[in-house]
C-alpha cells in the first residue's frame, strides 16, 4: 500500500494518488527496470488498465518513456 499524504487522498474509502505523482513512479520503475507491464502498473497502484493505457499514452507522447503492445519500455532501450 502507498502512504504519501501530499501525492494521494482518500477517495471512497480508497487512495487516490495524484496522476502527476503516480506518472512519475511510473518513469522510476520503468527507468530502474527497463520494461514495466500494465498489469504490473495497474495492481501496484490499484487502477484500472484504461488509466495506466492513458497514463502511458502521455508519457510517451512527452517522450519519457517508449510504449509498446502490453506495456512501457524505458526510453532508449535495447533488448539486444
Same mark, same amino acid.
Given at each position: ?13 480508497? !487512495? ?5 505523482? /503516480?506518472?512519475? #513512479? %511510473? ?8 520494461? $514495466? ?9 490499484? !487502477? ?5 493505457? /492513458?497514463?502511458? #499514452? %502521455? ?8 510504449? $509498446? ?12
Amino acid at each position: 500500500m502507498i502512504h504519501y499524504k501530499q501525492e494521494s487522498k482518500i477517495v471512497n474509502g480508497r !487512495i487516490k494518488i495524484k496522476p502527476e505523482y /503516480r506518472r512519475e #513512479r %511510473i518513469i522510476f520503475y520503468c527507468s530502474n527496470s527497463g520494461f $514495466v507491464t500494465v498489469k504490473e502498473i495497474a495492481d501496484y497502484f490499484e !487502477i484500472s488498465t484504461m488509466t495506466v493505457l /492513458r497514463d502511458l #499514452r %502521455i508519457l510517451h507522447k512527452q517522450g519519457k518513456l517508449v510504449r $509498446v503492445h502490453g506495456g512501457a519500455l524505458k526510453k532508449g532501450f535495447n533488448n539486444d
